[in-house]
């Protein structure tokens, strides 16, 4: 498991799209909609409140993601097996998407 971050939830979908390029994964509308609509339900305090979605792309990845109620900003962690680069690719976009607004 790595990431373990927070990003600013308005950044969710292209932090989503982001790490699927650097997977290999297409992710596209139904993709969104099912982490979007699953989002409201997850709660990063409660207990099994994280919302997992898979990446089936060349490097497998789940993506996690849990809603800080209150706030303005979501967690999202990944699981699988990443080489060092695209693990570094991620850990650049989860730095640029907790610093900054991108949309």
Known sequence: MFGGRWIHEANLRPFCESV????????DDSDWGATEGALPGTDVERPG????????GRIPLTLLV????????VFVRLEGEADDRTKAQIDAALHIFSRYNAS
Not at 20 to 27: C, I, L, P, V
Not at 49 to 56: K, Q, T
Not at 66 to 73: H, Q, R
């Open 66 to 73: 849990a809603a800080d109620p209150g706030s303005s900003v």
């Open 20 to 27: 699927a390029e650097f997977s290999g994964y297409r992710f």
């Open 49 to 56: 409140g994280w919302y997992d979605y898979p990446l089936a």
